[in-house]
């Protein structure tokens, strides 16, 4: 079984020393994710490498894998959705300094504390990961359900008012 991380992190320490963390988090403990989620089972298995790129920019490489329970948007019923992310992150201080990072890093503004719950980093980026309508890969619904846009459904067309007239005139 792999370790709880910290619950706190200096993360620009981490990079200059080249620091990895690894280990477990419990869906239940973050309340952001779990809004949209149909349940709170699960746990996600994190993996994050700090380090210093060869321009200098402090980063952290992470991996992040969870299967969490959604509704389906289609059914609603409750489905089984598998996500496993990787992602680079630059850490930086100040806003002023996303225009100049290299197009491989997201930014990742640290606010003025030194330091930071790893937790709510990888909250952040498995929210992102979410489909915005969860569904399930197969056909969920019944096929009478189910309409293709091929077919057209006609309308009954209403009784032109000039409908009357003609009438009289094919009477003459």
Known sequence: MRQQLPKEIDPLRFAHSGLTLAGEIPVSEMPRLCEVLHDSSGVVIVNMQFDIDS??????????AVTVNLLCERCMEPMAHSIK?????AII?????????AEQYEPWLLSDTKLVDPAEVV???LILALPLVPKHDYPCLPDALWQAGEQEIEAE????????????????
């Open 93 to 101: 201080r100040h806003e002023g300094k996303i225009e100049g990072l």
């Open 123 to 125: 909250e952040d980026e």
């Open 157 to 172: 067309k209403p009784a032109s008012p000039f409908a009357v007239l003609s009438a009289l005139k094919s009477k003459k």
């Open 55 to 64: 321009t200098g920019t402090p980063y952290l490489n992470g991996q992040f």
């Open 85 to 89: 992310l990787s992602t680079m992150l």
